[in-house]
């Protein structure tokens, strides 16, 4: 009887150690993602043009015309997050349009993207987006 018991509760501790171990990485990221909201858009833009440039292999050229872009990309979305009112508060007409307004900078912003880059790199930009939307997809079927 003593052998079960013991055995139960090695086991149970192991489980917990487990969970708190699981659970740590997620609260680490939120936490580096809090950090990273008061970063200036130039610096948004500098990370994610060299993310950009070190995955597509750019040219000096192309890293430039990349951080323009994503520099116009940082600016507005730190204007539009300054402004912005929760999606609860908004009327089905004020939803439509932010909507539209979303999907018509997506739209400019590939553009941007196709006018720099050749279209090898263009190809596998759009697989690597393609990669991360169906991962996210994923994890939120996951969780419900």
């Not at 487990?18 to 993602?33: D, F, G, I, M």
């Not at 950090?35 to 833009?45: G, L, N, V």
């Not at 190809?123 to 991962?135: I, P, V």
């Amino acid at each position: 009887m003593k052998k079960i018991l013991c055995i139960a509760f090695l086991f149970s501790g192991l489980v917990l150690s487990a969970q708190t171990v699981k659970e740590a990485p997620h609260s680490q990221k939120k936490e580096l993602r809090e950090k990273m909201k008061d970063w200036s858009p130039e610096q948004h833009a500098e990370l994610r043009s060299k993310k950009i440039a070190l995955h597509l292999d750019l040219t000096a050229e192309q890293q430039a015309q990349a951080y323009e872009i994503e520099l116009a990309q940082a600016t507005k979305r730190a204007n539009q997050k300054d402004k912005s009112k929760s999606h609860a508060d908004m009327t089905p007409d004020e939803l439509f349009e932010l909507k539209q307004r979303r999907l018509d900078a997506k739209i400019q912003l590939k553009e941007a993207y196709k006018r720099i880059l050749t279209p090898e790199q263009f190809e596998k930009l759009e697989r690597s987006h393609g990669r991360r939307r169906g991962a996210k997809q994923h994890k939120s079927r996951k969780n419900h």
